[in-house]
T-cell receptor, first 114, second 114 residues
Framework: NAGVTQTPKFRILKIGQSMTLQCTQDMNHNYMYWYRQDPGMGLKLIYY???????DKGEVPNGYNVSRSTTEDFPLRLELAAPSQTSVYFC?????????????FGSGTQLSVL | AQSVTQPDIHITVSEGASLELRCNYS??????LFWYVQSPGQGLQLLLK??????LVQGIKGFEAEFKRSQSSFNLRKPSVHWSDAAEYFC????????????FGTGTSLTVIP
């Protein structure tokens, strides 16, 4: 059971570079999320998607873009990397929408912007 | 505003000892409450959740949590800790009035010593 798979696990970027964090799930979940986890902080929602072609901003969307062309994939794009984007990024999915739903998480991507 | 506080950044316990991890929340209505565990190199995994009914909920791996409305708390407990319980623990609240939002605490890191 693969669940939610994130790649890469680690990445170092220079300021101004761009990259895409990949996330794919094999559970046929419609709902997918991107969170970031900063040291000493809780997870913050960046973007979420309720289905293919539909995305919406979360709590901290600035500096990021997402797309959802298929049910399985929900990539997160950083266009102009900044040191403030140094963080651990988690992708998650859920079977249904609703704050009573269990989230399934990927193992995270540790990103450093230098 | 919704928030979750985990007062203990790091806790060390001896194997076989009991464990209690604290979680306090701020939310205007009856909350949906969760505990997640993150083992090294892994994504977050749901331990247990509370929606309504019995205020003492049982989860996986021998964990339980008690919802106390008067104290706005949802503390996680385990009677006898195993070395494999060493991990990061996150408390979260699902906030129905802000879309599909989950608010996470900053996490408590648990070390288990022989």
């Amino acid at each position: 059971n693969a669940g939610v798979t994130q790649t890469p696990k680690f990445r170092i970027l220079k300021i101004g570079q761009s990259m895409t964090l990949q996330c794919t799930q094999d559970m046929n979940h419609n709902y997918m999320y991107w969170y970031r986890q900063d040291p000493g902080m809780g997870l913050k929602l960046i973007y979420y998607s309720v289905g293919a072609g539909i995305t919406d901003k979360g709590e901290v969307p600035n500096g990021y873009n997402v797309s959802r062309s298929t049910t399985e994939d929900f990539p997160l794009r950083l266009e102009l990397a900044a040191p403030s984007q140094t963080s651990v990024y988690f992708c998650a999915s859920s079977r249904k929408q609703g704050v009573n739903e269990k989230l399934f998480f990927g193992s995270g991507t540790q990103l450093s912007v230098l | 505003a919704q928030s979750v506080t985990q007062p203990d950044i790091h806790i060390t316990v001896s194997e076989g000892a009991s464990l209690e991890l604290r979680c306090n929340y701020s939310y205007g209505a009856t909350p949906y409450l969760f505990w997640y565990v993150q083992s090294p190199g892994q994504g977050l995994q749901l331990l247990l959740k509370y929606f309504s009914g019995d205020t003492l909920v049982q989860g996986i791996k021998g964990f339980e949590a008690e919802f106390k409305r008067s104290q706005s708390s949802f503390n996680l407990r385990k009677p006898s800790v195993h070395w494999s319980d060493a991990a990061e623990y996150f408390c979260a609240v699902g906030a129905r009035n802000t879309g599909n939002q989950f608010y996470f605490g900053t996490g408590t890191s648990l070390t288990v010593i022989p």
